[in-house]
């Protein structure tokens, strides 16, 4: 009967269903002591290492709690900062929708001046265009006039040659005329 209520675990010993201890193991308390004081590897003892532990975990409760105060004392501060680069960021999203709408405005009126420009210019272009044009057909009825006054002049030349040698001719019938007048005036 006491070897059915009693649970065997391997290294440890038997245990009834109470909990209660029946083995080789008597005093766990003893065991853990003799565990604590032996040595590891680089001389101190487990207890020490043991110690070095609590230690360091209340070091770091302490940097945690620390921690979490300094997160504390800052959450303000970092709510300040978030405000205040929400409003910057807000004030630079106005200040450039402002840009965007000034360089819009900008480049609309450019465009109006731009195109107003190319219509002067064209119209430029066509005056000038029909002021050519004139002045060609200025140039061109000059020279149809210089060729007529010309022509003109070569034939008023070829007259006043022609003029002037019937007048050389009759001139010299007059001094004959005259030579005869003057023979016949000496005569009577």
């Known amino acids: ?13 038997s245990y009834n269903l109470l909990g209660d201890h029946h ?16 040595l590891d590897q680089s001389g101190r003892t487990y207890k020490d290492i043991d110690a ?19 997160q504390e004392e800052s959450q ?14 807000e004030e630079s ?9 000034t360089i819009s405005a900008f480049q609309e009126e450019f465009q109006v001046e731009k195109d107003q420009l190319k219509m002067t210019i064209s119209a430029l272009q066509e005056e000038s ?15 149809n006039d210089t060729i007529e006054l010309k022509e003109k002049l070569d034939y008023t030349k070829q007259e ?12 010299e019938s007059l001094n004959s005329y005259k030579l005869e007048n003057s023979q016949m005036k000496q005569l009577f």
């Open 93 to 101: 999203q106005s200040e450039k929708d402002q840009l965007k709408m």
């Open 23 to 38: 083995g080789p193991i008597k005093d766990l308390e003893l065991n853990r002591t003799r565990s604590l004081n032996r």
């Open 129 to 143: 265009q029909a002021e050519k044009d004139h002045l060609k057909a200025t140039i061109s009825e000059l020279q």
């Open 52 to 70: 070095e532990r609590v230690k360091s975990a209340k070091k770091n409760f302490e940097l945690k709690s620390t921690i979490s105060a300094f």
């Open 160 to 171: 006043s040659q022609t003029v002037l040698s019937q007048l050389h001719k009759e001139r």
């Open 76 to 89: 303000p501060e970092k709510d300040q900062l978030k405000m205040t680069i929400s409003a910057l960021q």
């Open 1 to 13: 009967m006491k070897s059915a209520l009693l649970y065997n675990i391997p290294g440890v010993g």
